[in-house]
């Protein structure tokens, strides 16, 4: 035995260690694979050996391979065999290996709790120290739970060396063990005391972090911590103490008050500058932070600390010779900006010089923070100096990012600080010269944008673009500048839609036609064709009108020639209208040589005119005739709706619910009136929806501004540049025309100065030239005037004027999530998307005016939109919004076959779903199940009838005096590939289990000749989820409801599903009706509640779902499904 | 919270990864790489700190960087890390490798890999700071390091022999080649 210890030590003389290993991998730099690879079939031969001295060397040279990139995980076993060796030097190699390459998906991990709890109860400290260290990279949940304890015990060990030790892990068993944070958070708390100062470190380290997440529940703590800032003198505690209370004051704003004099002392006698920032950083900024920004403004003031004088200490730091305080100071002005931009604004000059800076990181800071100091006045300026950046800058990142800052810097607020179109239009025309850009979609919609809402600029904007597709070549060159050749696109269209701009139309529409433009991309092709028929009509128009019709015919040729090319294109939208667009155009030839004029009907194929229309007008758009929403489409369901009984009352918030109906009303009586005034406007012009003339008045809200005369700059000027343009002659131009505002401004100044000049002034800072001196050259078509106050202008629907409504109506409503199949909503679907939850809290801002008039109305209205709902609800399922819905299609015993393999799935909708939004949840017992007939065969289908074997705990409701085996007669027949949908009301008692239901359709196909029986057999899979609603639920009410401790637990893990984290919820909340409570990073918090009350609640992480409800069978099968969701996908 | 830590040279080659969130071997290499050509581009009389980076990346995060002779120490940080902190703190890391090897030079991090380890393991642990205070950190780092001497004992005393032997055998002994003194004191901020 002996003989062989010494025997292995003898052969361990010549092995390869580390830094042999090391020195090998240095000496073979030509064959370095070649040499590793030879390294790691020794290594393999090493932990072979029984020696746990050479496992432990070839385990060390693994962790250096590992840094090299290569994959060790097939060795993890004898990681661990060599973590669980008895002596120290051994253990520590194999925990330094475990904790490079374990990680959660790790196997053998689970092998190592009892070695780990043995090496946690060593009575070695540093075996216990060595254990927590690689813990603490490879904890998982088990892991967690199963160790807690111990960890626990540790964290009141006697040495220090391990307390500090204990007490950081358990901020990792907390994330992966949240149960473990209620019973550890005492002894956490006693550890902010402990007299060692790395424990206190440690401990104050774990608050923090977990504060972040949930600041509220530390408010408690605050006295402690504040005791703690006063005695400690440890820098890093220091620090994130105040990091701390800058996370807890805005929670908590008397805090505030108590740490501005412990806070200025520390800025005193502090000498560390990282220190000195934090206080700075905390005192001045964090308070203004949201979410309660106007209370931390009062707060400010009431600390007589003025956000200039926080900016001016900032403006200190970023002189500094320093780069790094440079830095510092600029993000934290970024962050004033966002509460008080108007002290930060005064700085221009500072922010201008930093974009000088050498160092990009402090360039991007700069570039930040311009966003929020441009105006009317300084703009161009601005702009320019970006512009000169971007030509000088390398690197792409930088150069994009410069890129993206200029368009937001000008578009922002609705373009409100560019007063020059022609000089913005250049702008990005000049942009589409940057190589390599990744923005060329940007810079697209941009034009786009721009071309349709400002009409002044449509001459110019059209110009450009003929430049620009006559230039192609010049986007397209080389691969690498394939982003940029999105411009293409918009420059296509706005040629062709606003051609009768076109100076020269035929050599645009031949630049459109060019081969080379069979290299672009697909959707930039589709709208090459289509706007080079919009071209072609256009220049048939003028060549028509001339006497030579040769020419024309020309022309039609041309299109004829070219057009084959693209008829023959992969992508199918280009080549479907290529070549629909060819025929036409041979069409078109056929009359050009009988001698007919086609130019008047060809150019009406692309005639109206396109006008933008706010997200909002979507109410304005009537009800078509013939349509009543208030009529039954089928039977009206069982008389059990009372609108009396309210849920129990467990959630704090259920108000918006309950409020929603007002607004209906409020809305009701406001839609009538905008409806009345929109039929007026429409009797002068049936087909046109037009852009209301109250829009423009953005502009003309300053006073005096309407009498200044809008001074025409001559655009010949820059039209007749060759070539593009160059954005920088338009500063100057902008400069004279401002001078000439000014000087006729003057002369009406003196003329006006007599009158009152009350209003003026009050919304902008009035310097030496005040903002709303400057008026704009062109006006934006902004439709605001229906906007609601929350909102930015996100999105435009474009509607062509002669579009029908209704089908305006279907398109731009967006898929309508569960919660909304409202008739009522659908209508407003254009307004904006809006969370139910915002929803309520927009309208409890909503001015209540209740008059005696409108309460007696109010339950005739509410009777109506009882009716509105319910048949909207079905008319909403025929659309085919929901995904559940099943088709039954039947006819021949074949397909009987068929339909009896494949899973059938039937749409639950809950009866209490379709008054969820009254806050009925009125009928625990109650499920309605919407069934979509289909007739799939050529045959007559009538006398269905439904029937259902009904179970103990499930029965379909029947009509009074039909007996319990009577099936139901479906209200309706089905002609051939008719569909249809009927509706059964089944009573459930218990809704704990899933259940299967037998059920056979019996029916009549009748043929020309004969008509025969048919059956079907199905079943009906009342699945858990289907009991469930999906119910919005406030994070507070939420953590009330577990804190409850009423909700049994239980959980399970998603294997192999790879899919990104917002899907998974997506999926969980769509095919499982939850509702996101919560989300941080990959975690996630989910509510429902079953048509019963029972809560249900999920924690869910990417791999691992963990769930807790007040019925655990409910919960067992609502995780068995969701399970099963995932894994058939 | 911190999310990796990366040593590597002035060609990019690494000399130590500690990542605290899992990322598969390939990746962490390309963000060495990625890391690398950020950092590598940058002047020695700019800021220290660095955003973007998108594997290593997201709005919360931030590079956090010093430059010392031929090595990068960059740390990946949240925002609830204090920059100037952080930077205090690869200063005490790497004043305790200068203490612990005695005048350390990127030989040592490439012969001892393991032993930059142990010593990271004292001052960060599981991605949060542990222990700020240098002389702590190299008490510890001592105590640990003569406990594995006293381990080795006899049958260690063979194998270093061995080893000493190989060492003088070669052409490469590390103490030989000065690449540089890695302790540059950093001016303007004051000790932690």
Known sequence: MALKIVKGSIDRMFDKNLQDLVRGIRNHKEDEAKYIS????????????????????????????????????????????????????????????ASQCFHESTDVIMLTTNQIRKDLSSPNQYDTGVALTGLSCFVTPDLARDLANDIMTLMSHTKPYIRKKAVLIMYKVFLKYPESLRPAFPRLKEKLEDPDPGVQSAAVNVICELARRNPKNYLSLAPLFFKLMTSSTNNWVLIKIIKLFGALTPLEPRLGKKLIEPLTNLIHSTSAMSLLY???????????????????????????LPPQLCVQKLRILIEDSDQNLKYLGLLAMSKILKTHPKSVQSHKDLILQCLDDKDESIRLRALDLLYGMVSKKNLMEIVKKLMLHVDKAEGTTYRDELLTKIIDICSQSNYQYITNFEWYISILVELTRLEGTRHGHLIASQMLDVAIRVKAIRGFAVAQMATLLDNAHLLTGNMQRMGICE??????????????????????????????VATLPGHIQAVYVQNAAKLFATVLKSQEGNTDSTA???????????????????????????????????????????????????????????????????????????LDLDSWINEPPSESESEDEQPKAIFAKEEPKHSRPRREEVDEKELAKRREARKQEQANNPFYIKASPSSQKVYQEAPGVEHIPVVQIDLSVPLKVPGLPMSDQYVKLEEERRQKERAEKKKKEKKKRKEKRSGRGKKHDSGPESEEDITPAHQVDIVTEEMPEWSIITSYIFIKTKSYCVTVHVCSSRPLADSEKLPVRSHRAAEAPKSPTEDGDATSQEPKKKSSKEKREKKKDKDRDRKVRISTGLFLCLLGNHSHLILVSSGLPGINKCIQK???????????????????????????????????????????????????????????GSGPHDGLTVPFQLPPGVSNEARFVFTVQSIIMPQKLKGTLTFIVKNEDSSTHEKLDFKLHFTCTSYLITTPCYSDAFAKLLESGDLKCSSVR????????????????FHHHFSVVERIDSCASMYSRSIQGHHVCLLVKTVSIDAKCDEPTLLGNVLDEIKQTFSQC | MIKAILIFNNHGKP???????????????????????????????????LEGGSLIGGSDYKLIYRHYATLYFVFCVDSSESELGILDLIQVFVETLDKCFENVCELDLIFHMDKVHYILQEVVMGGMVLE??????????????????????????PARAVSAVKNMNLPEIPRNINIGDINIKVPSLSPF
């Not at chain 1, 809950?910 to 050529?938: A, R």
């Open chain 1, 38 to 97: 030879t390294c790691i079939d020794e290594i393999k031969q090493e932990l072979k050996q029984d020696n746990i001295a050479v496992k432990a060397n070839a385990v060390c040279k693994l962790t250096y391979l590992q840094m090299l990139g290569y994959d060790v995980s097939w060795a993890a076993f004898n990681i661990v065999e060599v973590m669980s060796s008895s002596k120290f030097t051994y253990k520590r190699i194999g925990y330094l290996a």
């Open chain 1, 278 to 304: 934090e206080c700075v950083n905390t005192v001045y900024i964090d308070v203004n932070t949201p979410p309660l920004p106007s209370l931390s403004l009062s707060l400010c003031l009431y600390l007589s």
């Open chain 1, 487 to 516: 411009v293409l696109y918009a420059a296509a269209w706005i040629c062709g839609e606003f051609s009768e701009h076109l100076e020269n139309p035929m050599q645009t529409l031949e630049a459109m036609l060019r081969p080379k």
């Open chain 1, 552 to 626: 024309a015919q020309e022309t039609s040729q041309l299109m004829i020639d070219r057009l084959p090319l693209f008829v023959q294109s992969a992508n199918l939208e280009v080549q479907e209208r290529a070549s629909c667009i060819l025929q036409l155009v041979k069409y078109i030839q056929k009359l050009q040589q009988k001698d007919v004029e086609v130019a008047e009907e060809v150019s009406a194929l692309f005639a109206g005119e396109l006008n933008p229309v706010a997200p909002k007008a979507q109410k304005k758009v009537p009800v078509p005739e013939g």
């Open chain 1, 902 to 960: 494949s899973k059938l799935v039937f749409c639950f909708l809950p009866l209490t779903k379709v008054y969820d939004i009254q806050g009925n949840l009125q009928d625990g017992s109650q499920v309605v199940v919407s069934v979509i007939f289909e007739n799939k065969c050529d045959s007559f289908l009538k006398s269905m009838e439904f029937n259902v074997l009904d179970s103990l705990n499930s029965k379909l409701q029947r009509p009074e």
């Open chain 1, 1054 to 1069: 998603l294997e192999g599903v790879n899919m990104p984290f917002h899907h998974l919820l997506a999926r969980i909340c």
């Open chain 2, 15 to 49: 000399r130590l990864i500690r990542f605290y969130q899992y990322f598969a071997e390939d990746m962490q290499q390309q963000i060495i790489r990625e890391t690398f050509h950020l950092v590598s581009k940058r002047d020695d009389n700019v800021c220290n700190f």
């Open chain 2, 132 to 157: 700020t205070n240098m002389n702590e950190i190299t008490t510890q780092v001592d105590v640990q390091n003569r406990m594995e001497k006293s381990e080795g004992g006899l049958s260690a005393a």
